[in-house]
């Protein structure tokens, strides 16, 4: 009983943070097995599975995964006994097969065991299947979505905001880049990342600024540009962008530029301080009118 708890432990201490999990369980037992987003041909990664027991009298567990795009030298783990509400461990090594192509296939997990029920003379074999999915890449694929502001004032920071993920395998020295070839944009232009590894996500951000001196509106197109290499140095490169509308503020303009479309109307929070002054003048004009009848009343 301590060799199991012992083993346990171990197990739990060592499981990677992976970010595909399927379970494969049925009344009597639950498998649970982990295993990266992304791996890549050659390159050796670890398949976690975990063994929880929801019934008595189980024993003889295994646990076994079996592809023919797959090199492993142990497919199988086996559990001679282990009691009621118990979590036992084990680690496969698992390697892609070189000349397998990049995109997805199958994997079977099978899972055996034996359990005596309280009528049964000896124990009874079960038996369950599961197929799980692997992602097989071998490049850096990086896929950008972002966001700017429809409508911005000339010589006023705004923002291009977004997030970058990579569905390929580990990609090296991201830099991102945004700039127009109609007009010279100031500000935070470039964003850089050391890595992102297979599966992961970043948020990322500009602030830009066009010419202060830019009299004729115009619609300015913002070139994302980005490029980042992958574990062999090669690089790669992908170009977007993002249109935005330049204006000059009023001289009695007051708020933000951003705002929102209702059908072919662009509605935007920009008030003008004449409006203002004039609503002002109107409400006191209101309340005079209020209290002058007031006082034609007492009278």
Not at 42 to 62: C, G, H, P, R
Not at 259 to 282: D, L, M
């Amino acid at each position: 009983m301590n060799s199991v708890i012992l083993v346990f432990i171990i197990s739990i201490f060592l499981l990677p943070a992976y970010g595909m999990e399927n379970i494969i369980s049925d009344a009597n037992i639950e498998v649970t097995v982990n295993y990266p987003d992304v791996v890549k041909q050659e390159n050796e990664f670890v398949l976690s599975s975990v063994v929880k027991t929801k019934a008595d009298q189980m024993s003889n567990i295994t646990v076994s995964i079996s592809s023919p795009e797959i090199e492993i030298l142990q497919n199988q783990f086996n559990i001679p006994s282990i009691p009621k509400d118990s979590t036992l461990g084990n680690n496969f090594n698992i390697k892609i097969k070189p000349e397998s192509p990049d995109g997805k296939f199958l994997a079977n997990v099978s899972v055996e065991y034996f359990i005596k029920g309280f009528f049964d003379e000896k124990p009874v074999k079960s038996a369950l299947t599961k197929a799980i999915e692997f992602n097989v890449q071998s490049k850096p694929i990086l896929l950008l979505d972002f966001d700017s502001q429809d409508s911005v004032f000339a010589g006023e920071p705004f923002f291009v905001k977004g997030t970058i993920k990579n569905q390929g395998y580990n990609a090296q020295d991201i830099k991102i880049t945004a700039d127009s070839n109609q007009i010279v944009l100031d500000g935070k232009k470039i964003y850089s990342l050391t890595n992102l590894n297979a599966g992961k996500t970043e948020n990322f951000e500009f602030v830009l600024q066009t010419p202060k001196d830019l009299t004729i509106p115009t619609d300015i197109t913002v070139k994302i540009s980005t490029s980042y290499f992958d574990e062999t140095g090669k690089e790669y490169t992908v170009d977007d962008s993002v249109k935005v509308f330049a204006r000059q503020r009023g001289i009695l303009e007051i708020g933000g530029s951003e705002g929102i479309w209702v059908g072919n109307f662009f509605i935007a929070p920009v008030v003008g301080v004449g409006t203002i002054v004039s609503s002002v003048i109107g409400f006191l004009i209101f309340v005079w009118h209020i209290k002058n009848k007031k006082k034609q009343k007492r009278k």
